[in-house]
Structures are given as structure tokens and as C-alpha cells.
Nanobody, 126 residues
Framework: QVQLVESGGDLVQPGGSLRLSCAAA????????MSWVRQAPGRELEWVSH????????DYSNSVKGRFTISRDNAKNMVYLQMNSLKPEDSAVYYC???????????????????RGQGTRVTVSS
């Protein structure tokens, strides 16, 4: 069964940085695109970024482009989100998510990511 475990969330001041990690198990990680999505209090789930199964293609929402970097290590079954220049509006629970089918190019549609972890909380506040 698919297991995704996020870590790295914390309280950080505006302008600070965090690196989120997601450990994957229970499926052939290197075959699947992965994404990071987030949910702020009282708001809907929001797609943040994705990376294709090989790690050669990435995409970002406009709200994080230029500040966040997604990466993966297929040898370690890990996906990461480096977050720089954090803003209060980045505060949310962040989830990593697995694309619904192997090899296919990922999309921005949250509905196509069928498994998520329990999330890690990021709070950006002074």
C-alpha cells in the first residue's frame, strides 16, 4: 500500500527558508510523477508544484515560482520541496502526492494525484 510521509515543516520568519521532505514506499517510486500540494486554514487544497517521474521536468504555481524548487531522488524514494523567501501566505499544511498513473506526464489537476501523506505544517510568521 502507498505510504507517503512528509517532514520538515516548522515555524519560520518571513523571508526564511525550509526544506520539506517526503519519503515514499509501497509503490515503484521512480515510475510516478509526484507533486506538492498545500491547504491553508479555511481554504481549498492548492497545487504547488510537480516533478515528472525522471526528475527532468518540473512545474510551479505562479504563487511560488522563483521561490520554491522541487526535486527528487529516485534511489532514495524521496521527493523534496526547497522553499525560499517564504511569505505569510505560504502558511499551510503541505502534502506530497503521487500521480495516479505511471510514466505519464504530470498535470496541475489535484484530482489526478490519488494518494497523499499526512502532511507537514508550515507557518510563516514573525
Amino acid at each position: 500500500q502507498v505510504q507517503l510521509v512528509e517532514s520538515g515543516g516548522d515555524l519560520v520568519q518571513p523571508g526564511g527558508s525550509l526544506r520539506l521532505s517526503c519519503a515514499a514506499a509501497g509503490f515503484t517510486f521512480r515510475f510516478y510523477a509526484m507533486s506538492w500540494v498545500r491547504q491553508a486554514p479555511g481554504r481549498e487544497l492548492e497545487w504547488v508544484s510537480h516533478i515528472d517521474f525522471s526528475g527532468s521536468s518540473t512545474d510551479y504555481s505562479n504563487s511560488v515560482k522563483g521561490r520554491f524548487t522541487i526535486s527528487r531522488d529516485n534511489a532514495k524514494n524521496m521527493v523534496y520541496l526547497q522553499m525560499n523567501s517564504l511569505k505569510p501566505e505560504d502558511s499551510a499544511v503541505y502534502y506530497c502526492a503521487k500521480f495516479y498513473t505511471p510514466y505519464r506526464a504530470p498535470s496541475r489537476s489535484i484530482d489526478e494525484y490519488t494518494d497523499r501523506g499526512q502532511g507537514t505544517r508550515v507557518t510563516v510568521s514573525s
